[in-house]
């Protein structure tokens, strides 16, 4: 094995782990610490038997690992890797691995191809969320039961078969409800939202409050960063948008030129998760951040997304290119935080300046008052401010 493949091998789990903690940090979940010992495992053994770069993620190659390797489960780890390779055009297919894809019924393949275009979910997810939903089709098909019919009833004995985890079996019920969100809402199927009835026990203490920056973290951020390369000013205007507008990675990503009035001051948000469109009032720091892009950094492109990639194919980003640049810009200003924490960093600001938990609930576009609520975790003195409008 050559100095450069194990460099390039070594260097790709860097940044694999680097995106796959930025996606975790909101979630809570833990799946870098889950891959970590295969992954390290897998280097370990390409060193020792010698494997090419250009043969890594070849079936021949993974058979061999699993031969060479105690773990168990390793497949999902190597395709994820492979996958978020492949996406950056780091190797020219993923690990592909014979009969590993369950083919499901066309309203099943519908939700997925529906979550990979509407949520831009991961390659990785997407086989995460089938292997969810190919035992609860065989489940049904087995007990003869239409998805039109399902009860309440029927999904509970359905995750009582899995016998695994508390941690992973929420992460399972969590791929369950979305597809029966999307059964309810977007194909009328089923006549009550089941998703709202599928809950686990109670657990208490588990949820932590958002993590933010302070004001002197802020100001270490904004100082650092830099505008040197066309992808500088465009992470300098990513971070202005998170950090002024509150707006998520994936709402970043989907701007377009038509949605900002520079003669307003105004940026019309209009994919979000409550599916009403937001027109948000836009800083002047944040409209110089935004224009500075326009004119000196964007490609020339007929596309009207606001954001788009600096390789000479040119196309609009994805919502991973958002959390990968701020938190490339987060490392070089020595702060261990994420993309998602600018946006906990404005809800806390709004907190910290008396906006009612409703008016924080609209300009963070949640859904649900809950959501926001945790919000009101941060500060107890501050909670009791805001709700009973005390004077501490």
Not at 345 to 358: D, E, F, H, V
């Amino acid at each position: 094995m050559a100095d450069e493949d194990i460099r390039m091998l070594l260097q790709a789990l860097l940044d694999y782990f680097e995106w796959l903690k930025a996606i975790e940090e909101p979630r809570g979940s833990r799946l870098s610490a889950r891959y970590g010992q295969i992954l390290i495992d897998f280097v370990i053994f390409s060193i020792h038997k010698d494997i090419a770069w250009k043969d890594m993620f070849t079936f021949d190659t993974f058979r061999e690992f699993r031969k060479y390797t105690v773990l168990k489960k390793t497949s999902h780890a190597i395709i994820t890797l492979s996958g978020y390779l492949q996406e950056r055009g780091r190797i020219s297919q993923p690990l592909l691995i014979p009969n590993y894809q369950v083919q499901l019924p066309l309203i099943y393949e519908q939700y997925l191809l529906y979550l990979e275009q509407t949520k831009e979910v991961s390659d990785g997810l997407l086989s995460g969320v089938r292997r969810v939903l190919a035992p609860f089709h065989d489940y049904l098909e087995s007990h003869k039961i239409k998805l039109s019919a399902l009860k309440i009833k029927h999904l509970d004995a359905f995750m009582a078969e899995f016998k695994v985890a508390k941690t992973t079996l929420r992460t399972y019920r969590h791929h369950l409800r979305g597809f029966l969100k999307y059964l309810y809402q977007e194909r009328r199927i089923l006549k009550k939202n089941l998703a709202l009835l599928l809950v686990g026990a109670p657990l208490f203490a588990q949820k932590k409050p958002p993590k933010f920056l302070r004001p002197q973290e802020v100001q270490k951020l904004f100082s650092s960063l830099k505008l040197s390369t066309p992808a500088d000013i465009r992470t300098y205007a990513m971070v202005y948008l998170a950090y002024t507008l509150g707006l998520r990675p994936i709402e970043i990503s989907k701007i377009t030129l038509d949605d900002i009035s520079f003669q307003k001051e105004e940026l019309t948000v209009r994919d979000r998760k409550t599916k009403n469109p937001t027109i948000l009032p836009l800083p002047k720091q944040t409209i110089k951040a935004i224009a500075a892009y326009v004119m000196k950094a964007r490609p020339k492109s007929p596309c009207r997304h606001l954001f788009l990639t600096c390789q000479k194919t040119i196309k609009p980003i994805r919502s991973g290119t958002v959390i990968l640049s701020i938190g490339k810009a987060m490392r070089q200003a020595g702060l261990s935080a994420s993309a998602y924490w600018l946006r906990h960093t404005y809800a806390q600001n709004l907190l910290c300046t008396g906006r009612s938990i409703y008016e924080i609930k609209e300009m963070l576009g949640h859904g649900n008052i809950q959501s926001t609520q945790r919000y009101l975790h941060i500060d107890i003195d501050l909670m009791r401010k805001v709700i009973f409008n005390e004077t501490l």
